[in-house]
């Protein structure tokens, strides 16, 4: 597809999601996910108490089809299979003794279904109602029905209770999202004084979506790119999950994510870059794993923490190849230093400090009291003229108070007794000192060094090149992302500058090992 028709498809959509949102407070994120999980032939489950507007986004997303016939129903545990799938057919039973049922204006033939309270229905229901979501199949008696439902809407003021037979059911809603009560003031001042009539279809036909348009952007929504940044994101997520699923007990619940919904996910997120006008996957859109992945709302901050994180800190790293380019300026560090640096060592003497802050002289025993002087004043002193020191005992009693200076000899100090001067060597003790002596490498090394260090830096640029002057498409119009809040676009921007600050850091490096044996 071109770039203007996916442009045009991203105007469109933006303008539908406009329409369907006028007049809705704090119901703009449900409304976006639900036309996204239609578009991408998913379903979504509306966790919330009475009145926060489930209903309201279904009836409203039905509005989104130009051609589509919708179904609603509120579930109670009397509900029948008649009143969802159709009453059997008694013309049918008659004439051709076949049990089935007139599915026109019941669920099977229609688009768009909204099933409220979803967890009150029998096992019956729920039984028919799985191969629905499995298959797009419904058994009308003894043959299979192909149904063409596009979206599927729940929801409950409560999570599925724990049971084997209703665990493969929640596990078919891909996007499951919580809604509470209006937060912000003003938006309720405005929502209870506003007096249009919110169930109204008051959107232009032009921007609705006709179902044989759906059936055309199915195959262009699955020929959507996954980059590797995008992969290696969800791989770190997938990573995480287990990670947490394997601690001895996990805070909020063990989180459990079968392979079928990290297909579906990767769907949604093709879908998600389809309707925002793009031919990849983003970074942005992997946000949107955040309502695919719980089944506790305890664990809703645990898995927005993973996903972010993932993206903060290895989003376009991978992109970049950073890992590898990491790896290659190392090896050549090692390899350069083993190659040009080479370690002497050198054997030498050092004066040896006692009790931590004296110096011992020697041979002193005859000429006068005190055999410490302190380092700390050993080192005052000059060659000439001579300064006045204190000399100690072993046991760190003042003994004397002499005039004294250094010698000329290493580690011997002149000290003046009755006008007599006394040369006297300080204790030591045998030292090594490591050398680095620097040398020269082979002619044949060193052109092997250039072309490597010009191959990686080649790469550095044209990453950087690509990073700061012609950022990735995503960056572009990243807080334009119809379905992601575009406060979220700060955590990708973070990883990238993060990548370009590495990169740079790397470009450093090499120019220093290339300094290191040049000037060797």
Same mark, same amino acid.
């Given at each position: 597809?071109?770039?203007?028709?996916?442009?045009?498809?991203?105007?469109?959509?933006?303008?539908?999601?406009?329409?369907?949102?006028?007049?809705?407070?704090?119901?703009?994120?449900?409304?976006?996910?639900?036309?996204?999980?239609?578009?991408?032939?998913?379903?979504?489950?509306?966790?919330?108490?009475?009145?926060?507007?489930?209903?309201?986004?279904?009836?409203?997303?039905?509005?989104?089809?130009?051609?589509?016939?919708?179904?609603?129903?509120?579930?109670?545990?009397?509900?029948?299979?008649?009143?969802?799938?159709?009453?059997?057919?008694?013309?049918?039973?008659?004439?051709?003794?076949?049990?089935?049922?007139?599915?026109?204006?019941?669920?099977?033939?229609?688009?768009?279904?909204?099933?409220?309270?979803?967890?009150?229905?029998?096992?019956?229901?729920?039984?028919?109602?799985?191969?629905?979501?499995?298959?797009?199949?419904?058994?009308?008696?003894?043959?299979?029905?192909?149904?063409?439902?596009?979206?599927?809407?729940?929801?409950?003021?409560?999570?599925?209770?724990?049971?084997?037979?209703?665990?493969?059911?929640?596990?078919?809603?891909?996007?499951?999202?919580?809604?509470?009560?209006?937060?912000?003031?003003?938006?309720?001042?405005?929502?209870?004084?506003?007096?249009?009539?919110?169930?109204?279809?008051?959107?232009?036909?032009?921007?609705?979506?006709?179902?044989?348009?759906?059936?055309?952007?199915?195959?262009?929504?699955?020929?959507?790119?996954?980059?590797?940044?995008? *992969?290696?994101?969800? =791989?770190?997520?997938? !990573?995480?999950?287990?990670?947490?699923?394997? !601690?001895?007990?996990?805070?909020?619940?063990?989180?459990?994510?079968?392979?079928?919904?990290?297909?579906?996910?990767?769907?949604?997120?093709?879908?998600?870059?389809?309707?925002?006008?793009?031919?990849?996957?983003?970074?942005?859109?992997?946000?949107?794993?955040?309502?695919?992945?719980?089944?506790?709302?305890?664990?809703?901050?645990?898995?927005?923490?993973?996903?972010?994180?993932?993206?903060?800190?290895?989003?376009?790293?991978?992109?970049?190849?950073?890992?590898?380019?990491?790896?290659?300026?190392?090896?050549?560090?090692?390899?350069?230093?083993?190659?040009?640096?080479?370690?002497?060592?050198?054997?030498?003497?050092?004066?040896?400090?006692?009790?931590?802050?004296?110096?011992?002289?020697?041979?002193?025993?005859?000429?006068?009291?005190?055999?410490?002087?302190?380092?700390?004043?050993?080192?005052?002193?000059?060659?000439?003229?001579?300064?006045?020191?204190?000399?100690?005992?072993?046991?760190?009693?003042?003994?004397?108070?002499?005039?004294?200076?250094?010698?000329?000899?290493?580690?011997?100090?002149?000290?003046?007794?009755?006008?007599?001067?006394?040369?006297?060597? *300080?204790?030591?003790?045998?030292?090594?000192?490591?050398?680095?002596?620097?040398?020269?490498?082979?002619?044949?090394?060193? =052109?092997?060094?250039?072309?490597?260090?010009?191959?990686?830096?080649?790469?550095?640029?044209?990453?950087?090149?690509?990073?700061?002057?012609?950022?990735?498409?995503?960056?572009?119009?990243?807080?334009?992302?119809?379905?992601?809040?575009?406060?979220?676009?700060?955590?990708?921007?973070?990883? *990238?500058?993060?990548?370009?600050?590495?990169?740079?850091?790397?470009?450093?490096?090499?120019?220093?090992?290339?300094?290191?044996?040049?000037?060797?």
């Amino acid at each position: 597809m071109n770039t203007a028709t996916m442009q045009e498809i991203r105007t469109r959509t933006a303008t539908l999601l406009e329409g369907l949102t006028d007049g809705l407070y704090e119901r703009e994120g449900a409304v976006r996910l639900a036309l996204l999980s239609a578009v991408a032939g998913e379903s979504i489950f509306l966790l919330g108490p009475p009145g926060v507007g489930k209903s309201l986004i279904a009836r409203r997303l039905k509005y989104a089809f130009l051609d589509g016939t919708s179904f609603e129903y509120l579930m109670t545990r009397f509900s029948t299979p008649d009143e969802i799938f159709g009453p059997v057919s008694i013309k049918m039973l008659k004439e051709q003794d076949s049990y089935q049922r007139l599915t026109d204006k019941y669920l099977p033939g229609a688009n768009v279904i909204f099933l409220d309270e979803i967890w009150k229905a029998g096992p019956s229901i729920q039984n028919a109602l799985l191969t629905i979501l499995n298959e797009k199949m419904y058994r009308n008696g003894g043959e299979d029905m192909k149904v063409n439902i596009q979206a599927i809407i729940t929801a409950s003021n409560e999570l599925p209770p724990r049971s084997e037979q209703l665990a493969p059911i929640w596990d078919r809603f891909l996007i499951r999202l919580e809604l509470t009560g209006i937060r912000e003031y003003r938006n309720f001042i405005d929502m209870i004084t506003d007096t249009r009539d919110v169930y109204k279809d008051a959107l232009d036909e032009g921007c609705k979506i006709r179902l044989g348009e759906l059936r055309e952007w199915s195959p262009q929504i699955d020929q959507v790119k996954v980059p590797p940044e995008v *992969l290696n994101t969800i =791989q770190l997520v997938k !990573s995480g999950i287990d990670r947490y699923n394997e !601690s001895p007990n996990p805070a909020a619940g063990r989180i459990p994510v079968f392979d079928r919904r990290w297909k579906k996910i990767v769907r949604l997120l093709r879908t998600s870059a389809f309707l925002n006008g793009r031919e990849s996957v983003d970074l942005m859109d992997c946000f949107l794993m955040v309502h695919c992945l719980w089944s506790e709302t305890g664990q809703i901050e645990v898995v927005r923490e993973m996903v972010s994180e993932a993206i903060r800190k290895h989003g376009y790293s991978v992109a970049s190849h950073l890992h590898m380019l990491r790896a290659e300026v190392r090896e050549l560090e090692e390899e350069v230093e083993n190659e040009v640096k080479v370690k002497h060592i050198r054997a030498g003497e050092e004066l040896l400090l006692v009790h931590e802050e004296y110096y011992r002289l020697l041979k002193n025993e005859e000429k006068f009291e005190g055999c410490l002087i302190p380092a700390r004043q050993f080192h005052g002193l000059q060659i000439d003229p001579p300064e006045v020191v204190n000399l100690y005992d072993e046991q760190q009693v003042l003994r004397n108070r002499l005039q004294a200076c250094k010698h000329s000899r290493q580690h011997h100090v002149d000290v003046f007794h009755n006008s007599v001067k006394h040369t006297i060597p *300080l204790e030591t003790h045998a030292t090594e000192h490591t050398e680095i002596i620097f040398r020269k490498p082979h002619l044949l090394v060193e =052109q092997h060094w250039d072309e490597r260090i010009a191959q990686v830096r080649k790469a550095i640029s044209q990453h950087l090149e690509r990073l700061r002057t012609d950022p990735p498409a995503q960056i572009k119009g990243l807080k334009e992302n119809i379905f992601v809040p575009e406060e979220l676009a700060d955590i990708v921007v973070a990883n *990238l500058r993060e990548v370009i600050d590495a990169l740079l850091n790397l470009q450093l490096r090499l120019d220093k090992v290339e300094h290191l044996y040049k000037n060797a």
